[in-house]
């Protein structure tokens, strides 16, 4: 399975969101973060805008919930058309029912763990998920330093993920870089989102070759 390379929206310019989708056409997939000020100190976006980046791009987007009620809002954007919808452990009441409701909609279903939440408790119910993501900086901003010290947890899930012969991908978000990628994709993970790497680049389409390549050398 080849890596992929999934540019987080985050730090794109919010008022030329169209030209700033169409500067990651080399990747696998457009990560949206959005974020409710409760769940994460911050705010971003909701239907209205990933209605209109579905329509946008070509890419498959993938949608990065970061809000409280997961199991009342995540359905929505799967109507609208997103790829894969990612919640997480921390906000959300019955993770299993809702990635079987997202399944049915086409919708590929993630469950995502923050930096102090353990990865175990989700291997019971790993094949109800199509990815895992492991979150390397605490969720909420960009350009936040990347924790390696959840490296463990990484090649925990994909020893387990391997042992059972499932094919659930592994998704790392947080500080992925040129100079983090090998690391992350070293421990096993599949998708590697990058936000500040590759949109504080001058060439977008360069930064994402370079993730990549540093991930596959
Ligand atoms: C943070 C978001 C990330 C963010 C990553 O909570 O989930 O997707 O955009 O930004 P960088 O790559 O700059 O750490
Ligand atoms: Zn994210």
């Known amino acids: 399975m080849s890596i992929q390379i999934a540019?987080?929206?985050l730090s794109a310019d919010f008022c030329n969101l169209e030209r700033d989708l169409h500067a990651i056409e080399a990747a696998d997939m457009v990560h949206v973060d959005v974020m409710d000020h409760h769940f994460v100190p911050n705010l971003t976006l909701g239907e209205p805008i990933v209605k209109r980046i579905c329509e946008v791009t070509d890419l498959p987007v993938d949608v990065h919930l970061m809000i409280e009620d997961p199991d009342r809002w995540a359905p929505e954007y799967a109507r609208l058309g997103a790829a894969s919808v990612t919640f997480h452990m921390g906000?959300?009441?019955a993770p299993v029912r809702l990635a079987r409701q997202l399944r049915e909609?086409?919708?590929k279903a993630s469950f995502?763990?923050?930096p102090a939440e353990p990865v175990e408790p989700i291997f019971d119910i790993l094949e109800e998920f199509d990815m895992v993501l492991v979150m390397t900086v605490e969720p909420g901003f960009g350009g936040q330093k990347f924790?390696?010290?959840q490296m463990n947890k990484v090649r925990r899930l994909r020893d387990e993920i391997t042992r059972r012969g499932l094919y659930t991908l592994i998704q790392v978000d947080g500080g992925v870089s040129p100079s983090t990628a090998h690391i992350v994709a070293e421990a096993g993970a599949d998708v590697l989102v990058a936000g500040s790497a590759v949109y504080g680049a001058?060439?977008?389409t360069k930064a994402i070759n370079d993730i990549r390549?540093?991930?596959t050398a």
Do not use: F, K, W, Y
């Open 105 to 107: 909609m086409g919708c």
């Open 7 to 9: 540019p987080s929206i």
């Open 213 to 215: 390549d540093q991930a």
């Open 91 to 93: 906000a959300t009441h």
């Open 147 to 149: 924790l390696d010290n």
């Open 112 to 114: 995502a763990v923050r």
């Open 202 to 204: 001058e060439d977008r």
